[in-house]
């Protein structure tokens, strides 16, 4: 059996050829593995649309399929025209595409986001709610965007956490603003001013939300 000489860069055949092999055996494995995604993808489409006829609501269906680096914008484009997004926890736990849809469907756009973690219900009515204040534009355009669902809540609880005296100096307590707002739209609210004690913000709205039972 003929070699073909070493040097130059070029490599003995046999080494060569191994070379070749795996790199096909590689990309039949990535093959492999994208058709079954998208025969999964095609089965969920399937069980979408039949929960969605059997709900008797105009509905549309859209599949695409791209690179992880077009998808915060294949999103932005679809949350613009919609009403609320949704991401449930098979996807919030993806370390790759969960932060890009998020991006792209709430930073992106501003529009609501309905994030489902594991374990959880996902429902758009719940009966208590907790709305983590600020008086900040994030806080206030999540207000308005979510005022329906407020509203039909049996408890609102707005939560400030190391809250600063009202800027005008007139005497009102923080939060009774947004509190007074809410209640002319017909929420029934509540205000719970906390303090922080070194935690997170984040981490004292969680453990409030929990002591509340606020879905």
């Known amino acids: 059996m003929a070699r ?3 040097g130059d860069g070029v490599p003995e055949w046999p080494v060569g050829r191994g ?10 494995r990535q093959i492999d593995r994208f058709s079954q ?35 915060g914008e294949i999103v932005r484009q679809r949350a613009l025209c919609a009403d609320l997004t949704i991401v449930g926890p098979a996807l919030l736990n993806d370390s790759i595409l969960g932060p890009v849809v998020i ?13 489902v973690p594991n374990g959880a219900e996902a429902t758009l009515w719940p009966r208590r709610v907790l709305v983590g204040w600020d008086s900040r534009l994030e806080a206030c355009r999540a207000v308005r965007e979510a005022l329906g669902l407020l509203c039909a809540a049996q408890e609102v609880c707005v939560v ?12 009102a ?5 947004i509190a007074a707002y809410l209640t002319r739209h017909g929420a029934r609210v509540s205000v719970d001013r906390l303090p922080s004690a070194g935690k997170p913000v984040a981490a004292v709205l969680a453990q409030h939300a929990i002591d ?4």
């Open 37 to 71: 995604e998208v025969a999964s993808q095609e089965k969920r489409s399937k069980d979408i649309q039949k929960l969605l006829r059997a709900m008797c609501v105009s509905y549309d269906l859209d599949t695409d399929y791209c690179d992880a680096s077009g998808l």
């Open 212 to 215: 509340r039972s606020a879905e």
């Open 19 to 28: 070379q070749a092999i795996a790199t096909l055996n590689n990309q039949y």
């Open 4 to 6: 073909l000489p070493v």
């Open 173 to 177: 307590e923080p939060g009774a603003d």
């Open 103 to 115: 991006n792209g469907s709430l930073f992106d756009t501003g529009r609501p986001v309905l994030i």
């Open 160 to 171: 400030l956490v190391d809250p600063k005296a009202n800027y005008k100096g007139n005497g």
